[in-house]
C-alpha cells in the first residue's frame, strides 16, 4: 500500500490534529494498537493515549513511528506543533546535561533500563536502534556521545554516583547473549570503583515508591539538590525544594528495601553466571 500523503491540519488544533493524524495512520493499515506496540517494542496503552490526545507521547515514540509508516518526519514536525514549543524538551535536557557535568555527587533510581553513565556499547547501540529510531550515522554518532559520558565517572574528581536498580533491569537481558554478559561483567567492573555504588531492589521487595519513575537527584557545589525526573515520553528538572524533597523521601524508602551494595554484587554475578549457561541467542 502506498505511503498515505500526511497533511498538517493547520487549521485545528496541533495536538488534536496529531492524535487524529496517528489514528488515521494505524487504521489505514489495519493495525490495532496491540499489532502496533508488538511491532515497535512500546506498551499498546501509550498510543492509546496518543491517539486520545492524552498525552503526545516522547521524540523517540514518535521518531519510531515515523520510520515505521514510513512518513520521513512529517509525524515529528506534527509533533513539535502539538507540544508548543519544539525547543522546550532539548532545552531542559541541556540543562540536566550541565547540572550533571557540575555535580559532586549523583543518585539515581532506574526502574526498566541501565543508567546512560553505565551502559556499554552494545546496550546503547541496541536500545537507541530499537526505542530511539537512529540508525545509520546518527546512530553510531549518539552511541559515541553516550560512550564519551562515561568519562563522568573517572579521574580523582570524579563525582560519586549511587545508582538502585530493579531486579527488572537485570531481567531484561540484550537479544546477543555476549553483549548482554559484557554488561553485566561492566557492572561488577564499575561497581568495584571508590566512587560508584550499585545496589538491587529485588522483586521480593514488593510494590514501593518510584516503582515507575526514572530520577537522579543531582547535588552542585553549591549544596542544594535538584533532580531530573524522566519517563518513557520526557523529562523535567524539578529545583522547588518541598517537590525535590518529597522525591528524596521515596527514594530513600526504596534504598531502604535494596540489597546492600556487596549483596548487590553477588546477584548481579548470578545473574551472570544464568546468562552463561543459557543457550544463544
Request: with cysteine; aromatic share 8%.
Given at each position: 500500500m502506498p505511503t498515505r500523503r500526511v497533511v498538517t491540519g493547520r487549521s485545528q488544533e496541533p495536538r488534536k490534529r496529531f492524535a487524529e493524524e496517528l489514528k488515521l495512520l494505524r487504521t489505514d493499515r489495519g493495525l490495532s494498537l496491540r499489532k502496533l506496540g508488538e511491532a515497535l517494542g512500546w506498551d499498546w496503552s501509550l498510543?492509546?493515549?496518543?491517539e486520545k490526545g492524552e498525552?503526545?507521547?516522547?521524540p523517540e515514540v514518535v521518531q519510531a513511528l515515523d520510520q515505521y509508516y514510513g512518513t520521513a518526519t512529517t509525524l515529528l514536525a506534527l509533533w513539535e506543533l502539538a507540544v508548543g514549543d519544539p525547543t522546550q524538551f532539548k532545552e531542559?535536557?541541556?540543562?540536566?546535561?550541565?547540572?550533571?557535568?557540575?555535580?559532586?555527587?549523583l543518585w539515581h533510581f532506574a526502574p526498566y533500563l541501565l543508567p546512560g553513565l553505565l551502559q556499554t556499547d552494545n546496550y546503547a547501540r541496541t536500545l537507541m536502534g530499537w526505542a530511539g529510531g537512529f540508525e545509520g550515522d546518527e546512530l553510531t554518532r549518539q552511541v559515541e556521545a553516550?560512550?564519551?559520558?562515561?568519562?563522568?565517572l573517572e579521574g580523582e574528581n570524579a563525582p560519586v554516583f549511587r545508582t538502585i536498580?530493579?531486579?527488572?533491569?537485570?531481567?531484561?537481558?540484550?537479544?546477543?547473549?555476549?553483549?548482554?554478559?559484557?554488561?553485566?561483567?561492566?557492572?561488577?567492573?564499575?561497581?568495584?570503583?571508590?566512587?560508584?555504588?550499585?545496589?538491587?531492589?529485588?522483586?521480593?521487595?514488593?510494590?514501593?515508591?518510584?516503582?515507575?519513575?526514572?530520577?537522579?537527584?543531582?547535588?552542585p557545589t553549591d549544596g542544594r539538590t535538584v533532580a531530573w525526573v524522566e519517563t518513557?515520553?520526557?523529562?523535567?528538572?524539578?529545583?522547588?525544594?518541598?517537590?525535590?524533597?518529597?522525591?528524596?523521601?521515596?527514594?530513600?524508602?526504596?534504598?531502604d528495601l535494596a540489597l546492600s551494595p556487596a549483596d548487590s554484587r553477588?546477584?548481579?554475578?548470578?545473574?551472570?553466571?544464568?546468562?552463561?549457561?543459557?543457550?544463544?541467542?
Open positions: 498510543f492509546s493515549k496518543m498525552t503526545v507521547g516522547g531542559r535536557y541541556r540543562r540536566y546535561m550541565t547540572l550533571e557535568a557540575e555535580a559532586i555527587s553516550r560512550s564519551g559520558r562515561r568519562a563522568l536498580l530493579s531486579e527488572t533491569v537485570l531481567r531484561t537481558p540484550l537479544p546477543v547473549r555476549a553483549q548482554w554478559q559484557e554488561q553485566l561483567e561492566w557492572l561488577l567492573t564499575t561497581s568495584g570503583r571508590r566512587n560508584v555504588v550499585i545496589q538491587v531492589v529485588p522483586h521480593s521487595a514488593g510494590l514501593y515508591g518510584l516503582a515507575n519513575t526514572d530520577v537522579m537527584f543531582l547535588k518513557s515520553y520526557s523529562g523535567e528538572v524539578v529545583e522547588e525544594t518541598a517537590a525535590v524533597d518529597r522525591l528524596q523521601h521515596r527514594y530513600d524508602l526504596v534504598r553477588k546477584f548481579i554475578q548470578r545473574m551472570l553466571e544464568e546468562a552463561s549457561c543459557e543457550p544463544s541467542i
